[in-house]
C-alpha cells in the first residue's frame, strides 16, 4: 500500500514537472514588441573574485546601448574584487565609475554595497545586476524593451554555465531544472510575480515609492520584497525570457551547500505551509524515500531506477532548450537531487544564515536579525515565525 501511494506521488511530480516545461516553453516564445531604450545606470555590487569576474564585468561595457552607465560598488579597497575593477575602469573609463563605502547600517551586505552608488547615478532607470552574471552585446537592448508604462520591474531568466569543479556542476544543474522551471511555473501559470536579482531594472520613481533601500534594508530576499512590493503598488512585474549567464566554474561542494541551504530557509520563511509541496518536484527523491519508509525491495529499486532515468532524460531535454551544453556530468543529477532533498529539512531546524562573512537569524519574509544576539531573542523570532505560518 505504501509502494502504491508513493507510486502516486511520483506520478504526480513527473505530471508537474510536465506543467513546468510546458510553462519554459511558453517563457521562451514569448515576442517582445517594445522598442523603449531609456537611460540606464547599471549598479553592480563587488564582494570577492567570483569566477570569470573579468570577462562578466568587461560584457556590460560592450553593450550595443545608445546610453547607459556603470557603477562598480565596494566596500573596501582590500576587497580582491577592486583591483579588477580597476581594470575596467581603465580600460573604458567613460562608462565606468568606482564607488568605495561602508557607511550604511542595513544589515543585508548586498543592500548595504549600493546604497552609495544608486544615491550617485545619474539615470532615472537603474539595473541591479549581479558580478557572477555574463551577458551579450544585445542583453540591455532586449531587457529594457520590455519596460513599458504599466511595467515597474524586469527581471531576467538565468542559467548556469562552464562548470569544471563538482560544486559548480551541481550549481548549474540545479540553475538549469529546479530554479528556472519553478520561476518559469510560478510565472506562467500561477500567475506570481517572480523577481531574480541577478538582474532587475526599474524605474527609481517606482523603487522610492516602495521605499527605496529603506524597505529591503533588513531582509535577505531583497529581490522578492523589491517584486512583492512593486506588485502591490499595481505594478507589473515582468520576466524577460532574455536568458543570462550566470558563470559557475570552480565551486566546492561547501559552497553549493551552503548557498542551497540558504535558499531553502529563504523559501521557507516565504512560502510558509506552500513550502511542503517542494518535494513534489523532486521525483529522484521521493522514490529514494520509499526505500526508507518501506525498505529495499525489487519493486522499490525498479521504481527509484526507473525515476531517475526520466529525470535525467527530462533535464537533458530541459537543458537543450536552454541551448546549454551537457556531457557526462548528466549522470551527477540523481546525486544532486537527493543533496537537495536533504537540504530541504534544514529549515525546520535553523535559521541561521551566512553570508558575504555575516551571520544572521532570519524570520518571517527573511526578515534578518544578527546572530549574536541572545538565545532569548533568537527563541522569541523562531516562535514568532512558527506561529505566523
Same mark, same amino acid.
Given at each position: 500500500?505504501?509502494?502504491?501511494?508513493?507510486?502516486?506521488?511520483?506520478?504526480?511530480?513527473?505530471?508537474?514537472?510536465?506543467?513546468?516545461?510546458?510553462?519554459?516553453?511558453?517563457?521562451?516564445?514569448?515576442?517582445?514588441?517594445?522598442?523603449?531604450?531609456?537611460?540606464?545606470?547599471?549598479?553592480?555590487?563587488?564582494?570577492?573574485?567570483?569566477?570569470?569576474?573579468?570577462?562578466?564585468?568587461?560584457?556590460?561595457?560592450?553593450?550595443?546601448?545608445?546610453?547607459?552607465?556603470?557603477?562598480?560598488?565596494?566596500?573596501?579597497?582590500?576587497?580582491?574584487?577592486?583591483?579588477?575593477?580597476?581594470?575596467?575602469?581603465?580600460?573604458?573609463?567613460?562608462?565606468?565609475?568606482?564607488?568605495?563605502?561602508?557607511?550604511?547600517?542595513?544589515?543585508?551586505?548586498?543592500?548595504?554595497?549600493?546604497?552609495?552608488?544608486?544615491?550617485?547615478?545619474?539615470?532615472?532607470?537603474?539595473?541591479?545586476?549581479?558580478?557572477?552574471?555574463?551577458?551579450?552585446?544585445?542583453?540591455?537592448?532586449?531587457?529594457?524593451?520590455?519596460?513599458?508604462?504599466?511595467?515597474?520591474?524586469?527581471?531576467?531568466?538565468?542559467?548556469?554555465?562552464?562548470?569544471?569543479?563538482?560544486?559548480?556542476?551541481?550549481?548549474?544543474?540545479?540553475?538549469?531544472?529546479?530554479?528556472?522551471?519553478?520561476?518559469?511555473?510560478?510565472?506562467?501559470?500561477?500567475? %506570481?510575480?517572480?523577481?531574480?536579482?541577478?538582474? /532587475? *531594472?526599474?524605474? #527609481?520613481?517606482?523603487? !522610492?515609492? @516602495?521605499?527605496?533601500?529603506?524597505?529591503?534594508?533588513?531582509?535577505?530576499?531583497?529581490?522578492?520584497?523589491?517584486?512583492?512590493?512593486?506588485?502591490?503598488?499595481?505594478?507589473?512585474?515582468?520576466?524577460?525570457?532574455?536568458?543570462?549567464?550566470?558563470?559557475?566554474?570552480?565551486?566546492?561542494?561547501?559552497?553549493?551547500?551552503?548557498?542551497?541551504?540558504?535558499?531553502?530557509?529563504?523559501?521557507?520563511?516565504?512560502?510558509?505551509?506552500?513550502?511542503?509541496?517542494?518535494?513534489?518536484?523532486?521525483?529522484?527523491?521521493?522514490?529514494?524515500?520509499?526505500?526508507?519508509?518501506?525498505?529495499?525491495?525489487?519493486?522499490?529499486?525498479?521504481?527509484?531506477?526507473?525515476?531517475?532515468?526520466?529525470?535525467? %532524460?527530462?533535464?537533458?531535454?530541459?537543458?537543450? /532548450? *536552454?541551448?546549454? #551544453?551537457?556531457?557526462? !556530468?548528466? @549522470?551527477?543529477?540523481?546525486?544532486?537531487?537527493?543533496?537537495?532533498?536533504?537540504?530541504?529539512?534544514?529549515?525546520?531546524?535553523?535559521?541561521?544564515?551566512?553570508?558575504?562573512?555575516?551571520?544572521?537569524?532570519?524570520?518571517?519574509?527573511?526578515?534578518?536579525?544578527?546572530?549574536?544576539?541572545?538565545?532569548?531573542?533568537?527563541?522569541?523570532?523562531?516562535?514568532?515565525?512558527?506561529?505566523?505560518?
Amino acid at each position: 500500500m505504501i509502494l502504491w501511494i508513493f507510486l502516486g506521488l511520483i506520478s504526480l511530480t513527473f505530471l508537474i514537472y510536465f506543467f513546468q516545461i510546458l510553462a519554459l516553453r511558453k517563457k521562451l516564445k514569448e515576442k517582445i514588441f517594445s522598442i523603449h531604450l531609456p537611460a540606464i545606470s547599471i549598479i553592480k555590487p563587488l564582494k570577492g573574485l567570483d569566477d570569470n569576474l573579468f570577462d562578466n564585468l568587461e560584457s556590460f561595457c560592450l553593450q550595443d546601448y545608445p546610453e547607459y552607465e556603470i557603477i562598480l560598488s565596494l566596500e573596501n579597497q582590500n576587497d580582491p574584487a577592486y583591483r579588477v575593477a580597476e581594470k575596467i575602469r581603465n580600460k573604458y573609463p567613460d562608462k565606468v565609475k568606482i564607488v568605495i563605502d561602508n557607511s550604511s547600517k542595513a544589515l543585508n551586505p548586498k543592500v548595504r554595497n549600493m546604497i552609495t552608488a544608486y544615491r550617485i547615478s545619474k539615470y532615472d532607470y537603474f539595473l541591479i545586476s549581479d558580478s557572477n552574471v555574463f551577458v551579450d552585446s544585445d542583453y540591455l537592448r532586449k531587457t529594457a524593451s520590455s519596460m513599458t508604462e504599466e511595467v515597474g520591474l524586469v527581471t531576467n531568466l538565468i542559467v548556469g554555465t562552464r562548470g569544471k569543479s563538482i560544486g559548480a556542476i551541481f550549481e548549474n544543474l540545479q540553475l538549469n531544472s529546479f530554479i528556472i522551471l519553478s520561476v518559469c511555473l510560478l510565472d506562467k501559470f500561477l500567475k %506570481m510575480p517572480c523577481s531574480i536579482g541577478k538582474s /532587475m *531594472l526599474m524605474r #527609481k520613481k517606482d523603487f !522610492e515609492e @516602495i521605499g527605496g533601500f529603506g524597505a529591503i534594508r533588513d531582509v535577505l530576499a531583497e529581490d522578492y520584497q523589491i517584486g512583492r512590493l512593486i506588485h502591490e503598488k499595481g505594478k507589473k512585474v515582468v520576466l524577460s525570457n532574455y536568458l543570462i549567464k550566470n558563470i559557475n566554474e570552480y565551486w566546492s561542494i561547501k559552497r553549493f551547500l551552503n548557498r542551497h541551504t540558504r535558499w531553502a530557509k529563504i523559501r521557507w520563511k516565504i512560502a510558509g505551509v506552500k513550502y511542503f509541496t517542494e518535494p513534489l518536484v523532486n521525483p529522484i527523491f521521493m522514490a529514494f524515500f520509499i526505500t526508507i519508509v518501506s525498505g529495499i525491495s525489487s519493486l522499490s529499486a525498479i521504481l527509484f531506477l526507473s525515476s531517475a532515468s526520466i529525470k535525467i %532524460m527530462l533535464d537533458l531535454f530541459v537543458i537543450r /532548450m *536552454l541551448k546549454q #551544453k551537457i556531457g557526462l !556530468e548528466i @549522470i551527477l543529477i540523481p546525486l544532486k537531487d537527493l543533496i537537495n532533498g536533504i537540504i530541504w529539512f534544514v529549515p525546520f531546524f535553523t535559521s541561521k544564515v551566512n553570508w558575504r562573512g555575516n551571520k544572521y537569524v532570519i524570520s518571517k519574509n527573511t526578515v534578518l536579525a544578527p546572530a549574536h544576539e541572545n538565545s532569548f531573542m533568537r527563541t522569541y523570532l523562531r516562535l514568532k515565525t512558527i506561529f505566523s505560518h
